[in-house]
T-cell receptor, first 108, second 117 residues
């Protein structure tokens, strides 16, 4: 079973708009991580948020974590065409799992 | 420094043949993970190595899949008697794992794209 479940599955926006992706999980965690994947290869770690943190920023990225709802969101502000990729969340539960990802398309 | 490398980058094989996929983790990383990703799907955990401990094989889909890690470094994922449904991108990742499983960032290799005809 998948531990992280991203939503929506696909998102298409115009350059300059903000993109919000959500992730839900099922068990208690110590941390949650967001990754980005271009063209089916090469996952890149974006940001890690620990269970005692509620919000974290990194450049144009903002991640929130609500442990009571077992959910996290990733906000990309002022999106660029280069942000087009799939975004995955993953938890550190005993069996680390990734969801199916959100496919983000940013149109120039 | 060098990242995680995987070889080959692409592998085409015939159904029933065995294949070996190689992963070179980042030097000093004690944890190593194998995942696979079918077209348009998420990442599926396969196996996890941590130092000299027995590997967690809970994600291996069948007994045709096996993996080993020699000297705590290079890992080989072997798929015996390949089937068409084995076609996927196989990704390897490593981490320092100093804080226990999955509390450290995983660094992913570029993957091996396996096609079983």
């Amino acid at each position: 079973s998948q531990q992280g479940e991203e939503d929506p599955q696909a998102l298409s926006i115009q350059e300059g708009e903000n993109a919000t992706m959500n992730c839900s999980y099922k068990t208690s965690i110590n941390n949650l991580q967001w990754y980005r994947q271009n063209s089916g290869r090469g996952l890149v770690h974006l940001i890690l948020i620990r269970s005692n943190e509620r919000e974290k920023h990194s450049g144009r990225l903002r991640v929130t974590l609500d442990t009571s709802k077992k959910s996290s969101s990733l906000l990309i502000t002022a999106s660029r065409a280069a942000d087009t990729a799939s975004y995955f969340c993953a938890t550190d539960a005993w069996d680390m799992r990734f969801g199916a990802g959100t496919r983000l398309t940013v149109k120039p | 420094g060098a990242g995680v490398s995987q070889s080959p980058s692409n592998k085409v094989t015939e159904k029933g043949k065995d294949v070996e996929l190689r992963c070179d983790p980042i030097s000093g990383h004690t944890a190593l993970y194998w995942y696979r990703q079918s077209l348009g799907q998420g990442l599926e955990f396969l196996i996890y190595f941590q130092g000299n401990s027995a590997p967690d094989k809970s994600g291996l889909p069948s007994d045709r899949f096996s993996a080993e890690r020699t000297g705590g470094s290079v890992s080989t994922l072997t798929i015996q008697r390949t089937q068409q449904e084995d076609s996927a991108v196989y990704l390897c990742a490593s981490s320092l794992a100093s804080g226990g499983r999955s509390t450290d960032t995983q660094y992913f290799g570029p993957g091996t794209r396996l096609t079983v005809l």
